[in-house]
């Protein structure tokens, strides 16, 4: 019973999970070109051969400090809401989000193999790929779900609006 009332809960939590996750997946690649863009492919390698020189716990403080700055970032965020100045408060929250996913994304890129030497930092993060996987296995039936009402191809009543709406889209489109 119990754990039926929690199961929202814990497809909520996944969700979080999974866009967190998704957000990583996708800015690291941007943080890649950005790297290439700028001149970071240098600064890339100059913190490389640094943290190469540092023990595994001085290089957690590496991984970790750099996330600080966006600290009072999100607090003029947080600040702005207050104020009622949606805009500008959702635009400054949302900013520090990708920037420090985009960072953490960069500096875990050149600090991971030197952190995962530690037992209980690779432990952690073995943990969280595992619970990622769960996390995409326990959302994988609702986004299945959403997928098939988009397509119609469900008896519900959304569906069969979403074939009305998809039949109307062609017909104007052969139309023209």
């Not at 750099?66 to 805009?87: D, S, T």
């Not at 994988?140 to 959403?146: F, Y």
């Amino acid at each position: 019973m119990l754990r039926r009332l929690l199961q929202p809960f814990w497809v909520l939590l996944a969700i979080i999970f999974l866009i967190e996750a998704w957000l990583w997946d996708h800015l690291e690649p941007v943080v890649a070109k950005l790297v290439a863009w700028l001149p970071l492919r240098e600064f890339k390698q100059w913190l490389s051969d640094r943290v190469d020189a540092l023990s595994p716990a001085m290089t957690l403080i590496v991984f970790a400090v750099p996330v600080i700055p966006l600290f009072p970032l999100k607090l003029v965020g947080l600040w702005l809401l207050a104020h009622e100045y949606w805009l500008a408060a959702v635009c400054t929250l949302v900013f520090a989000k990708f920037a420090g996913v985009g960072i953490t994304a960069f500096i875990f890129d050149v600090t991971r193999e030197k952190l995962l030497e530690m037992r209980w930092f690779e432990k952690v993060y073995d943990f969280i790929m595992m619970l990622r996987d769960k996390a995409k296995a326990l959302v994988e039936p609702v986004k299945q779900r959403v997928r098939d009402i988009l397509r119609g191809d469900g008896e519900g009543w959304s569906s069969r609006t979403l074939r009305l709406i998809q039949r109307f889209r062609r017909s104007v489109r052969e139309a023209r």
